[in-house]
């Protein structure tokens, strides 16, 4: 054993121990033990958790952004690395890196980055989340109205080239897309989420049917949840084979919502950030506004929150459980990326320990 974490209140992703130890060689969970500490573990480095929280790191499919280099504005290497940096001081070990609608040429750009950064070895980016321009023009919310459009094949396949395997998810309004469109996409290994969509409850209900897996930003940007006509939010919530993400930043969703959504979906639902950062320049403009950002003219454009604090604000303003909050920003969105977020023998070592009121106390593993 190369190192011990010992004295811990273990998270495993599935249940709590107690008291718990942990032992790490090369990067990995090697054992995960309850109970007192074995003899063997004496010639190996311990490091003393003093009863604290040890859990998964975090995993955020959705951030657009951070340190003032929005990825859209700033499409570059430099920019996925201020990225990856920022979300891991935070606790997120695996970030899609994601823009909003913008000009083919720019969606180019952007896939091409991220796959320089990639090939280059670059760490905490998984790819790219492309959130439109292939999306209903009814719910763009603060999407460029300009740049929507409907995606024709060769749109696909050129974009599938470009990316070189670095697009791993796109929301999409499915209504406005054909089936072979959501054929190559899914053929390609491509996650894809319905969002910024006009679909009827009764179309939503057949997306599952045509291959989507996800829903994005449950609530926001999407056919409402009314009483005549549920909308794509009530399909999210009781079509057992659609799973959403939701923003725990108390500003996108009221909690009581969240509450909702978590009671009816249990471990269908998952947390992103939604992050973006500030930028006075370009098309997407994002200024600070507390635990979110709007655009100039007042629309809300993002949240400011990190994954920790979503944690937080779920447990206490929506009465999410810790088991919950943490299964929601860690295991259940690293399983779409083919991630184990769990503290279980093979696993990663990413890890953080989180104090008796929930702060970040040290990082392990990334």
Same mark, same amino acid.
């Given at each position: ?65 951070? &340190? ?13 690395? +201020? ?42 980016? *998984? ?16 999407? /460029? ?17 470009? @990316? ?34 006009? *679909?009827?409850?009764? &179309? ?19 056919? #409402? ?10 399909? *999210? ?21 969240? &509450? ?14 939604? @992050? ?27 949240? +400011? ?11 206490? &303003? ?8 943490? /299964? ?16 279980? #023998?093979? *696993? #990663? ?6 104090? @008796? ?10």
């Amino acid at each position: 054993m190369k190192q011990w974490l010992i004295n811990a209140r273990v998270f495993t992703g599935q249940q709590w121990l107690p008291q718990a130890h942990v032992g790490i060689i090369d990067d990995c969970i090697a054992t995960v033990q309850p109970g007192p500490l074995p003899p063997e573990a004496a010639p190996a480095p311990v490091f003393d958790c003093a009863g604290q929280a040890l859990v998964p790191a975090f995993t955020d499919l959705q951030v657009y952004g951070a &340190q003032g280099r929005l990825f859209s504005q700033y499409p570059d290497t430099d920019s996925l690395a +201020a990225l990856a940096h920022a979300q891991a001081q935070q606790g997120t070990a695996h970030s899609l890196v994601t823009i909003a609608t913008q000009p083919l040429t720019v969606v180019h750009q952007c896939l091409r980055a991220v796959s320089s950064y990639l090939q280059q070895g670059g760490s905490g980016i *998984a790819g790219l989340h492309l959130e439109g321009p292939f999306i209903h023009p009814e719910r763009r919310g603060a999407h /460029r109205a300009d740049w929507v459009r409907v995606p024709t094949p060769d749109d696909i396949r050129h974009l599938l080239d470009v @990316a070189a395997g670095s697009l791993k998810m796109m929301t999409l309004a499915p209504e406005c897309c054909s089936d072979e469109v959501l054929r190559l996409l899914r053929d390609a290994g491509v996650l894809l989420s319905a969002g910024h969509s006009n *679909a009827s409850y009764q &179309q939503a209900m057949q997306f599952a049917s045509r291959g989507i897996q996800l829903v994005t930003h449950l609530y926001n940007a999407m056919s #409402p949840l009314q009483h005549r006509q549920p909308g794509l939010a009530l399909a *999210a919530l009781l079509h057992t084979g659609l799973h959403a993400s939701i923003i725990p930043d108390g500003v996108h969703v009221h909690p009581a919502m969240l &509450q909702l959504a978590h009671q009816v979906m249990g471990d269908r639902l998952f947390f992103i950030t939604d @992050a973006v950062t500030q930028c006075t320049e370009g098309p997407y403009q994002h200024y600070h506004s507390g635990t979110h950002y709007t655009l100039p003219d007042g629309t809300l454009s993002g949240s +400011a929150i990190s994954m920790l604090q979503g944690v937080q604000l779920a447990m206490q &303003q929506a009465g999410l459980s810790a088991t919950d909050a943490l /299964r929601k920003a860690a295991t259940l969105p690293a399983r779409w990326l083919g991630i184990q977020a769990e503290l279980a #023998p093979g *696993a #990663p070592a990413q890890l953080l320990l989180l104090s @008796a009121d929930w702060q970040l106390v040290r990082r392990f593993g990334f």
